[in-house]
Every structure is written in C-alpha cells, then in structure tokens.
C-alpha cells in the first residue's frame, strides 16, 4: 500500500526568506502523481503544484518550487520569498496513475509567516 | 464558475443520532469525492464516484456511513449513528474526471457530543 509522510508538523519562516517543506512516499508503482495542497485557515483547499512521476524535471509555479527525487521517493516543496498569505497547512498527496486513481493525503505541515 | 458547495458547514450532534452531508460539485464534474479529516490529520479518502456509480469505497465505514450520487450530480453522505469519533471536517471535492486536478469545497465540520 502506498504511504505519505510529512515529518515536520509545523514550520516557521520570516516574511520574504524561503523554506522547504519535506515530504516522503512509498509505493511500488511506476506511474503516479504527487501533489502538494494548501489549507489556509477557514478557507478551502487548493493545489500548490502538481509533479508527474515520469517527468525528471521538476514542477516550478512561480514563487513554488519541487524537488522530486524518484530514487529517494522524497519530494520537497520550496517556497521563495514567503509572504503572508502563504501561511496554511500544507498536505502533500499521491495519487496512482492507473486504477481508481485514488488520492492519498500526509499529514500535514503548519507553515507560520513572521512579519 | 461556481465553485464546489456543501452544506451545513457545522453540525453539533449527540452520539447515536444521524446526520446527513449534501455536496453539489462543479457543473460538468463527472469524479465526485468524499473525504474525512480528522484534526490534526489529513484528508481521507471515503468514497469516489464516477458519474452515479462508486469507484472506491474502500475506507467508507460501511456499517454506519452511506453515501449516493442519485443522476451524477448533487451527492448526500450519511452516518448512522454518529460515534464520537466520527467528528471531524468532511470535504466533498470533484473533478472533470479522475485524471484531473480535483476541487474541495468548504466542508462540514462535524460536532459528535
């Protein structure tokens, strides 16, 4: 069965610097997707960014950033230049590539932003 | 374009007694999802369905909890009865089809005394 992992519940980073949210995985499948959410509090879930597993080169939405290594099943999320509004829960998820497609969700990662 | 909607978005309730969630998904949206989150937790999967028919329900509790998605649109999940540990956020989410992003809406955030 496949497995996601957010070793870090809580993060902290200063208003305008960069930080890297961890995140690991275990599967035996060769297609798959990962995916990492955003819960801001109150407000609704939406995806950050999204990395297909048989692409090498990794996913970039402006200020958000993978690093995807298949080897290591470890896919990192970096933030640059954290603004306020980045502050939320961050799940990371995986998502098979075939079959039901069914969405696996972490745990979770609190991100604080420190004016 | 309206987004996914839910309601109630709370609901206190005593244990043993029976509630109902209702998800209308976006227009058009043929995957429908419901998740449970638990505090402190992240979302899990419940039920899947593709068009009226379920794809998954392998973590659906099916002793209490029953869901449908009568003509492939709007969908209603059940639980009968509520345990303590069934409070938590349920979030309905859809999507064009299962290989596309996925949209959540508010949730219901589920009170069980």
């Known amino acids: 069965a496949q497995t996601v992992t957010q070793s870090q519940p809580e993060m902290s980073v200063q208003e305008a610097e960069t930080v890297t949210l961890s995140c690991t995985y275990d599967?035996?499948?060769?297609?798959?997707?990962l995916f990492w959410y955003k819960q801001p509090p109150s407000r609704q879930m939406i995806l950050v960014i999204r990395q297909e597993a048989y692409k090498q080169q990794n996913a970039t939405e402006n200020r958000f950033s993978v690093n995807f290594q298949k080897a290591a099943k470890s896919f990192s999320l970096k933030i640059s230049d954290s603004q306020l509004g980045d502050a939320a829960m961050y799940f990371c998820a995986y998502r098979s590539g075939s079959g039901t497609y069914k969405y696996i969700f972490g745990t979770g990662t609190r991100l604080k932003v420190l004016a | 374009e309206a987004g996914v909607a839910q309601s109630p978005r709370y609901k206190i309730i005593e244990k043993r007694q029976s509630v109902a969630f209702w998800c209308n998904p976006i227009s058009g949206h043929a995957t429908l999802y419901w998740y449970q989150q638990i505090l402190g937790q992240g979302p899990k999967l419940l039920i899947q369905?593709?068009?009226?028919?379920?794809?998954?329900d392998s973590q659906l509790p099916k002793d209490r909890f029953s869901a449908e998605r009568l003509k492939g649109v709007d969908s209603t999940l059940k639980i009968q009865p509520a345990k303590l540990e069934d409070s938590a956020v349920y979030l309905c989410a859809s999507s064009l089809d299962p290989y596309n992003e996925q949209f959540f809406g508010p949730g219901t955030r589920l009170t069980v005394l």
């Open positions: 369905f593709q068009n009226n028919g379920v794809v998954d």
């Open positions: 599967t035996s499948e060769s297609d798959y997707y």
